[in-house]
């Protein structure tokens, strides 16, 4: 089926939809060897070799998505310079190839989304969204009300405040104290630069929420396939999954299974 190039760029995961029109104004894309600058003009991927930069993008025509409990000590790039594992080797089963829909930390474990439907990620990636993601977080020592306060209010990084999170303790042991903060935002290292920015030390760090979505008892290094509402709902942006209580409104830790 015949379809304007920006948007089989963008559902390939070469680009947004506007670095995908920003490249074909550039010159950097062709169909079937000639090169294409005109911003309506359409192919078929499945009888048109189309290229950016002489190299062909390939186009599935079967979307998927899922979901992969991610361990500690996996990068989500795609290829990593200093040769340390990809989480993509952890779905070599799938027999597609897909990418991560934003990252998590080399250091940090939990809930991961990958597909091959470039659209897809974008639109969740995009800041418009506000998607919610749940953290839980294992600190070193006890946590002061006025440090989770200060978390839920929004702290200063150096690339600007925070906006406002959820933040919830969740268990108290001798050694360790668990919160749950859940943000919208996904700025670099963002839950463990605001934990910095108050003193805490981060000794563990999982997502367990994305949207709708909850990691559950997925197994680490599993993953599942999202079911048709699943991605729809999250394309959506409905936000039907459990929120983190604020700690203004927990009147004593709550010990949650982890
Ligand atoms: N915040 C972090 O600090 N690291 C992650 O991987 C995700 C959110």
Known sequence: ME???QKILSQAGVASRR??????TDGRVAVNGASVTELGAKADPSRDTITVDGKPVTVDEK???VL?????GYVTTLKDP???PIVTDLLKGLGVRVFPVGRLDYNT???LLLTNDGEWANRLAHPRHEVDKEYLVRIRGTVAREQIVRLEQGVDLEDGKTAPARVALTKQ???NTWISITIHEGRYRQVRRMCEAVSLSVVRLRRVRYGSLELGELKQGQYRHLTPAEVSALAEGKKTGRRAPSAGRVPSPRPRKT
């Open 109 to 111: 474990e939990g809930l």
């Open 173 to 175: 042991s001798d050694n």
């Open 63 to 65: 979307r998927v998505y």
């Open 68 to 72: 992969l409990n991610k361990p500690v």
């Open 19 to 24: 670095e995908a029109e920003r490249m074909i």
């Open 82 to 84: 200093e040769g340390r």
């Open 3 to 5: 379809e304007r190039l």
